[in-house]
């Protein structure tokens, strides 16, 4: 898509605990352009943890991660101040967030939600986020909804505005902590063949699901976590198919076969 | 830390900002002499029925006296209790309210020739026995201003003195008979029982035999005043212009000793509680439009930045931003506004901050509304889920666009209850600052109230008055909740 160094996302050594617990140890991995990655681990394990450190929602310890030319060496990265504050807005502004429980803005519209960002935190004129608005809020099914208020909206609906709003910053990479886990069964396929549309266009994509099926069909890299290392990584036949690691035959196995 | 220093920034902005409106209100070149007086005590000091203008003997004396001395006259109305202190903190520069000569005054402060010779009278319940001497008073129950020399003869003769604020509550009191008598000034009675037409009261005899002077007082230490005053008073004795003024409230000329029995008869019409409230109507409805709603306005949109600033400190992390919040916000709470008014007015000037009464009473009921705000702004913000702050992040928004785009319209609808209530009880707290000299709804009726000598059908108009505006204010509320409350599941 672009020529902006292969691969796309870079993150070495990425080291976080939170007081005593120390959740992320050393994670190495690196994603290309145009690929899907899928985070697979037992609860805890860090998968949250990593994704939101991508965002910066949480800061690293230490670590670098480099999204297409933006490159941020957590180590080196002042606690405060004008100029840490704008690495961080630099990096964050690569990457797009979709949360579990969506975070839509109630008191916007959904088209409102979608160009938020672009408008007010981008500066983009107003009828340009607009049409591109609709285009996404289209892409997700959801263009007779614009001008509705989230809660009119089912649970499966919020969740692709969630994405829409994501996609609407035209971020390198966008990232889903467990996108469908909060919904009702029978509204998680809909925004799953959302999420798998993104991947025929051409998006980078990182997702934490327990969807291993899902997981299967669309992953081009999957990353099995666990205890804040990754323990196993490779193709999804590798990984899921065949894995080489006891704790993944045992994590598969509980998650294939619950109860 | 980065919010914290834009946050001192809001709350120096908000400090700097209200004395600069001190600035803007005060008014008058320095040369003026500013004359306190309670302006609710007929015959001497109180505003004419028909044209709500500042009226009485003691006005008309300290007007002549200015004219004579060469000096432009600025009346600050304020109770009598108060008047003093203003005297001394430097908002008035001399006191024309019958103040009576005593050892303890002449200490104190710098006191003019007589202008006012009178004798206190024992006023009674009317039919009352046993009481018609100062000695009679001991063990008795009398109701005065605390601060008059009245008050010291009663306390003396052994009575128990209630406090209260003017002839007009004392005698309602006796009338009522919750307390046994009044002590006041004889003229003071006559104009009473003349303006009211009223023989539920009567007096039942001197206290005591002496006569008692009763002098203009200025600061110690403002001699030149002083003597220009006394100048200007005997000039106004040599050419009849204080007997003048005299024989046209009491029929006898009062600024010289032994002149007679005083006669109000021609006085005050006596008015009909009807024409009383259709005369207070419109000042009291003035005052409620110029100074009640404004101030309260005012206050209410300083006092939430204050609060909002208070609340985002407490939350802010930095242990120094969220203890000064704390301190703040507890002592807001912790003390009477009463007191927040009195400091502000009457004890900052000792520290050089001397505001005007409007700022004066701004910055306190500020303080005060920022510091009961505080805590519902902040619960309010903790009530807005943490995902809403991520999101925002997420789509990259700094601190104050998420506070200002997103936290703040979904808490609104949490804070906006509670912040209803804090409005509608600053409205009604405005009532409190005829202590720092406003004249507000409150006072206005006290005034209204003074010169009709009832006080009655003047209070319960003000009462309708602040009720109809604050139903206004419940109203207003109720749109304001279903607005806020429309994009909501329930
Ligand atoms: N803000 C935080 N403060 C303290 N501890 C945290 C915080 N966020 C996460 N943790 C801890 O870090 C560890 C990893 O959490 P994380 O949410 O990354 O796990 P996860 O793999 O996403 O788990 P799950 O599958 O349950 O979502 C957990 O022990 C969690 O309690
Ligand atoms: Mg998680």
New binding site residues.
């Given amino acids: 898509m672009t020529d902006t160094p292969t691969p796309l996302v870079d993150v070495r050594g990425l080291d976080k605990a ?2 005593d ?1 120390h ?1 992320l140890r050393g994670i190495d991995f690196a994603v290309d352009a145009g690929t899907t990655t899928v985070l697979l ?10 994704l ?1 450190s991508l965002n910066v929602l ?1 800061t690293p310890d230490t670590g670098i991660v480099r999204i297409g030319d933006v490159e941020v060496d957590f180590a080196r990265l002042p606690a405060k101040g004008k100029g840490a504050r704008a690495q961080i807005a630099r990096l964050r502004a690569q990457s797009g967030m979709v949360f579990q429980s969506h975070n839509l803005f109630p008191h916007k519209t959904v088209l409102e939600n979608v160009i938020e960002g672009p408008v007010q935190v981008q500066g983009r004129p107003l009828d340009e986020a607009v049409a591109d608005a609709r285009e996404l809020l289209d892409q997700v099914g959801l263009s007779e909804k614009a001008e509705q208020h989230p809660f009119q909206l089912s649970g499966g609906q919020q969740q692709r505005v969630g994405i829409a709003r994501a996609l609407a910053l035209r971020p390198k990479v966008v990232l889903f ?2 996108p469908t886990s909060a919904l009702d069964p029978e509204l998680v396929g809909e925004v799953l063949s959302v999420i798998k549309e993104l991947a025929t266009q051409g998006w980078t994509t990182i997702i ?1 699901t ?1 969807e291993i099926r899902f997981a299967q069909q669309v992953a081009d890299q999957v990353l099995f ?1 666990d205890e804040g290392v990754v323990r196993e990584r490779g193709t999804s036949a590798q990984v899921i198919g065949d894995p080489t690691q006891e704790r993944t035959r045992q994590f598969l196995r509980r998650i294939l076969d619950p109860g | 830390m980065r919010h914290a220093r834009r946050l001192l920034g809001l709350v120096l902005l908000v400090l700097v900002l209200l004395p600069a409106g001190a600035a803007g209100a005060a008014e008058g070149e320095r040369p003026v002499v500013r004359v306190g007086t309670e302006g609710t005590y007929p015959p001497f000091s109180f505003h004419d029925s028909d044209t709500n203008d500042l009226t009485g003997y003691d006005v008309e004396v300290i007007k002549a006296v200015a004219e004579k001395a060469g000096w432009k006259l600025e009346f600050v109305e304020t109770t009598f209790d108060a008047i003093f202190a203003a005297l001394d903190a430097g908002r008035i520069d001399v006191i024309a309210n019958q103040v009576t000569d005593n050892p303890e005054r002449q200490a104190r402060y710098g006191l003019s020739d007589t202008y006012t010779y009178s004798r206190g009278v024992i006023v009674v319940k009317t039919g009352t026995k046993g009481i018609t001497k100062l000695s009679d008073l001991k063990g008795k129950t009398t109701a005065q201003s605390l601060t008059t020399n009245y008050a010291d003869l009663a306390r003396e003769a052994g009575a128990t003195v209630e406090g209260v604020e003017g002839f007009a509550q004392a005698a309602a009191l006796v009338v009522q008979g919750r307390v046994d008598a009044l002590i006041n000034d004889n003229l003071a009675a006559l104009d009473y029982l003349n303006t009211t037409g009223s023989d539920d009261i009567e007096i039942a005899g001197t206290a005591g035999d002496e006569v008692s002077e009763q002098k203009l007082a200025f600061r110690k230490d403002d001699a030149a005043l002083l003597q220009q005053a006394n100048t200007a008073l005997a000039a106004l004795k040599a050419d009849g212009t204080l007997a003048k003024i005299s024989e046209k409230y009491f029929k006898i000329d009062v600024s010289v000793e032994n002149s007679g029995d005083a006669d109000l008869s021609g006085g005050r019409a006596v008015r009909s509680d009807a024409e009383i409230v259709q005369d207070a109507a419109w000042p009291m409805f003035r005052a409620l439009l110029i100074a009640t709603i404004p101030i309260t306005v005012i206050s209410f949109a300083l006092g939430l930045v204050l609060a909002v600033a208070a609340a985002l400190a407490n939350i802010s992390g930095s242990r120094i931003l969220s203890g000064i919040a704390r301190v703040y916000i507890s002592i807001i709470r912790g003390t009477p506004l009463l007191l927040q008014l009195f400091i502000v007015f009457y004890g900052l000037p000792e520290i050089g901050i001397d505001l005007p009464p409007w700022p004066a009473a701004i910055v306190a009921l500020s303080l005060n509304v920022g510091g009961y705000a505080a805590e519902i702004v902040r619960s309010a913000i903790l009530s807005v889920p943490k995902g809403q702050f991520e999101a925002a992040s997420t789509i990259g928004m700094g601190y104050w666009q998420s506070l200002r785009r997103i936290v703040f319209p979904q808490a609104a609808r949490t804070a906006v209850p509670p912040l209803s209530n804090t409005l509608i009880s600053l409205l009604k707290d405005t009532s409190l600052l005829s202590v720092v000299l406003v004249t507000e709804l409150f006072r206005e009726a006290q005034n209204a109230a003074s010169s009709a000598q009832t006080f009655f059908p003047l209070y319960l108009l003000a009462g309708v008055y602040y009720w109809v505006v604050c139903a206004l204010l419940a109203a207003g509320q109720g749109r304001i909740e279903t607005r806020l409350n429309r994009f909501v599941a329930r």
């Avoid at chain 1, 681990?41 to 990593?50: A, E, L, Y």
């Fill in positions: 939170f007081g617990n959740v681990g037992p609860s805890g394990s860090g998968k949250t943890t990593v939101r949480e902590d467990e934490v327990h976590l």
